[in-house]
């Protein structure tokens, strides 16, 4: 069992737009930065967003996030098939002195 | 480029011992701190292990704490992960991961990964 907690799997059709949250606690998202990373099929992760809603060079505006108290929010809009992938939350838990992920979310851009 | 490369995966026994490596080019090495990462076949990602650039300091699981040792060698640019007493639950894909600039753990470079099979 994951310390953050992504929902499963979310869908939307292409065009549209979704979010992903990540819920955690108060010695992980609440009291450090947050990053998202997206594995798409067969491939290594890749960091998609950074200290909480930053994007690395190359990652397209489509994509942002945000962070509210003890959770944050992976938003994707224009959704593309390309989109379809698996995308996970990671931050700092200050408590257990490591590093923890969200279970996942694979999405699936109908 | 940035680019790191994964090695020393393959099929061991319960109770053995592997080491896996992690070889960087592209970037000065030895100013970045670097991460495993684990992804058991068909599941998510799990933080393994974190050494800082000089090795100052170092952090581990719970799951592997005890058992698995992360060295590095800055004049090589190499990364190491010493894995001992292997379980079949530490079957995995590793990725070595290049500690990003910044707050938070930020894992801006992932190797494509090494595969670890513990199984009799």
């Known amino acids: 069992q994951s310390v953050l907690t992504q929902p499963p799997s979310v869908s939307a059709a292409p065009g549209q737009k979704v979010a992903i949250s990540c819920s955690g606690s108060?010695?992980?998202?609440?009291?450090?930065?947050v990053s998202w990373y997206q594995q798409l099929p067969g491939t290594a992760p890749k960091l998609l967003i950074y200290e909480n809603n930053k994007r690395p060079s190359g990652i397209p505006d489509r994509f942002s996030g945000s962070k509210s108290g003890t959770s944050a929010t992976l938003g994707i809009t224009g959704l593309q098939t390309g989109d379809e992938a698996d995308y996970y939350c990671g931050t700092w838990d200050t408590s257990l002195s490591a590093g923890v992920f969200g279970g996942g979310t694979k999405l699936t851009v109908l | 480029e940035v680019q790191l490369g994964e090695s020393g995966g393959g099929l061991v026994q319960p109770g053995g011992s592997l080491r896996l490596s992690c070889a960087a080019s592209?970037?000065?090495?030895?100013?970045?701190?670097m991460n495993w990462v684990r992804q058991a076949p068909g599941k998510g990602l799990e933080w393994v292990s974190y050494?800082?650039?000089?090795?100052?300091?170092?952090y581990y699981a719970d799951s592997v704490k005890g058992r698995f040792t992360v060295s590095r060698d800055n004049a090589k640019n190499s990364l190491y992960l010493q894995m001992n007493s292997l379980r079949a639950e530490d079957t995995a894909v590793y990725h070595c991961a290049r500690e990003g600039y910044g707050s938070g753990r930020i894992l801006d470079y992932w190797g494509q990964g090494t595969l670890v099979t513990v199984s009799s």
């Open positions: 108060s010695s992980n998202i609440g009291s450090n930065f």
């Open positions: 592209g970037f000065t090495f030895d100013t970045y701190g």
């Open positions: 050494i800082t650039s000089r090795s100052s300091s170092i």
